[in-house]
């Protein structure tokens, strides 16, 4: 590849790999508090699934800039807030449990338009990498709709919770979509999918799920921001994240 190509690519990956690596990090918030045992136990493995995705991503983003696997703890403990590139949607706090799994849902809904695309993609690595994920994919996207439908079909209360989720995280979701520096060609090589489409199946998928509920999506401008944006939240979540790593950078773990 040019190097236009993979500087593009290398946008991609990274913010692909931040996406999962946050929304691991929030999931796993939920250990030991989630509203049942059952679900104790099955949001932690799909926090860990989510880690595994990055893992995956990053790697591939370590081949492409030449550099050892283990750069991969670089990216992770010793970025600032300023350097990642994960959407706001992830960053933010857990909230309650029906912000948590509505969350996961428009995220789920997002990979499950995103990787069928990406197992077309003409780079072997994204190829293999998206594969294998979607396989995952399948129980996270049953996982959270099942809690969508049951919640936002539940009581009243339930159905409130859910409603108030949904206007906090609607504008930020379009994020996920916002176009990137050459996006176009990485299009025409074949190597990333146009995300036009991919929105517009996105909203096909959760408004029919929406609508199901009675959920209605938030009349306000969605947010456009691009991905280098990012909330007070994300510094908080870092400083946790990466605390242990950086009382002794050069420790052998």
């Not at 996406?19 to 691991?24: G, M, S």
């Not at 209360?157 to 906090?168: G, I, K, P």
């Amino acid at each position: 590849m040019n190097a236009n190509l993979t500087s593009a690519l290398d946008s991609r990956l990274l913010a692909l790999a931040d996406d999962e690596l946050i929304l691991a990090h929030r999931d796993s918030e939920w250990t030991g508090h989630a509203p049942m045992i059952e679900e104790d136990i099955a949001l932690a493995n799909i926090a860990q699934d989510e880690l595994g995705h990055a893992t995956l991503w990053y790697a591939i983003l370590c081949d492409l800039r030449k550099q050892p696997d283990e750069h991969t703890d670089q990216l992770v403990y010793f970025r600032d807030a300023a350097d990642w590139r994960n959407a706001q949607l992830l960053e933010l706090p857990i909230g309650d449990w029906a912000f948590t799994m509505l969350r996961q849902f428009l995220f789920d809904q997002f990979e499950w338009v995103l990787l069928p695309a990406l197992t077309k993609s003409s780079h072997t690595a994204v190829t293999q990498a998206a594969a294998k994920v979607l396989r995952e994919e399948i129980y996270h996207t049953r996982h959270s709709t099942a809690w969508v439908r049951r919640l936002g079909q539940g009581t009243a209360e339930s159905h409130r919770r859910m409603q108030t989720a949904l206007d906090v995280q609607w504008p930020l979701a379009n994020q996920l979509f916002v176009p990137m520096l050459g996006d176009e060609a990485l299009v025409a090589a074949g190597i990333w999918p146009d995300m036009a489409p991919l929105q517009q199946q996105w909203l096909a998928k959760v408004g029919e799920m929406l609508a199901e509920c009675g959920l209605i999506a938030p009349a306000s401008a969605a947010t456009r921001v691009s991905r280098a944006s990012h909330t007070e939240h994300l510094t908080a979540l870092l400083a946790d994240m990466q605390s242990v790593a950086r009382l002794d950078p050069q420790a052998d773990w």
